[in-house]
């Protein structure tokens, strides 16, 4: 089903205690462990990452699924596997409805068998199946004694029980560890250990010998050890802490890193607008419309969207730069901008976008760009 499809793998030995701590805490994980129904509940996040996931699969039809999901999460794996019944699930997560069905980074992968199955053969709408790619099965039993890593994989293990774990303190999510927060006081803050990462909430994290903010990045990246209670609620985990201490980093932490398939995404770009560029007799009260190659970030448009008139000022015409306000609309990938009043006969307007408007997913930088047309009467 992936044909062709070549995924390299490596072993990093990545030092996290001593000198090194201080340059490493900023660094985002490799890949993210997670459960299932966080990445369901969140596939922005994860659209594109490398994750770890612990789940059952079901088989039918020659196609793998990830078991007891509320909407299909497909397994297309980098070799033929028989897959262990205490493992992980590594792979890339896609949602299908991201993509465009001539996306040619996946040229090499068949999704229509899996679409048949899904969605009757059509391209879904976002948010409604999901693959991960080049996937692997590794056989990993869960400790007695739970790691942060342990509680991100299998939170429902450890529901309701008291667990002592250890890692860097990461403030109010401040380097995006997880995908949503849990809002139950200010003083919520992440504590990061290898590719995993949970919420700690209860307490303010300060101490014999530490006080922390969580809003302030130079705090982080110091080792704490938290004993509290696990609390798990559909795609959020957390810990109600009990007693926060200074911990200590561990000499070392492999982490396996698997060589993504795919390529990164490539940068967004300007696949149509209305009116077209150079068009000479624009309805000068209908909005105006960019249409981008990939999903954007709203807030980066903000100040790096103009509108102007160009060209001499005609008598009585106005000299100052139209009024107008923008949208973003995310089923089409489009930018609407609707004007105050109808735009001035006979001018021509030019529409710019600056440098600084990035994609929502990975912040792929969209080129410096702009188009003109002439309105009519």
Not at 146 to 169: E, H, M, N
Request: glycine share 6%; hydrophobic share 40%.
């Amino acid at each position: 089903m992936v044909r062709g499809m070549l995924a390299l793998s490596a072993t990093l030995a990545v030092l996290l205690a001593g000198p090194c701590a201080s340059t490493v805490h900023a660094q985002p994980p490799t890949r993210v462990t997670t459960t299932v129904d966080a990445l369901i509940a969140t596939p922005v996040f994860f659209h594109s990452k490398q994750v770890v996931v612990r789940s059952g699969v079901v088989e039918s039809g020659g196609l793998t699924q990830l078991a007891n999901t509320r909407k299909p999460v497909f397994v297309l794996w980098r070799e033929p596997t028989t897959p262990r019944s205490d493992a992980e699930i590594r792979g890339e997560f896609w949602d299908i409805g991201r993509l465009q069905p001539d996306d040619s980074r996946f040229s090499a992968v068949d999704f229509k068998p899996l679409l048949q199955a899904a969605s009757g053969g059509q391209w879904p709408a976002r948010e409604q199946v999901f693959v991960l790619l080049a996937a692997t099965s590794v056989e990993s039993p869960l400790p007695a004694e739970p790691s942060i890593r342990a509680l991100a994989l299998a939170p429902d293990r450890y529901q309701d029980r008291a667990v002592t774990v250890t890692g860097r303190f990461r403030g109010a999510n401040l380097y995006g560890d997880l995908p949503q927060p849990v809002n139950k006081s200010r003083w919520d803050f992440v504590l990061q250990s290898a590719d995993a990462a949970v919420w700690v909430t209860g307490m303010r994290p300060r101490g014999k010998g530490f006080n922390l903010d969580p809003m302030a990045r130079v705090d982080t990246g110091q080792w704490l050890q938290v004993t509290g209670t696990l609390r798990h609620d559909g795609a959020l985990t957390w810990i109600e802490a009990g007693n926060i201490a200074t911990g200590s980093a561990p000499a070392e932490t492999p982490i396996d890193v698997v060589i993504p398939s795919t390529p990164r995404e490539i940068p967004p770009h300007v696949v149509f607008t209305a009116p077209i560029d150079g068009e000479t007799t624009a309805d000068r009260a209908a909005p105006i419309r960019i249409q981008f190659s990939r999903d954007m970030d709203l807030r980066s448009f903000r100040d790096h969207l103009k509108v102007s008139y160009t060209g001499a000022v005609p008598e009585g015409g106005p000299a100052q730069p139209p009024a107008f306000t923008y949208r973003y609309l995310d089923a089409t990938r489009a930018l609407e901008i609707r004007f105050a009043e109808p735009l001035d006969r006979f001018r021509a307007v030019k529409v710019e976008l600056t440098e600084g408007v990035v994609s929502a997913v990975d912040n792929q930088p969209l080129a410096a760009w702009s188009f003109t047309f002439i309105t009519g009467s």
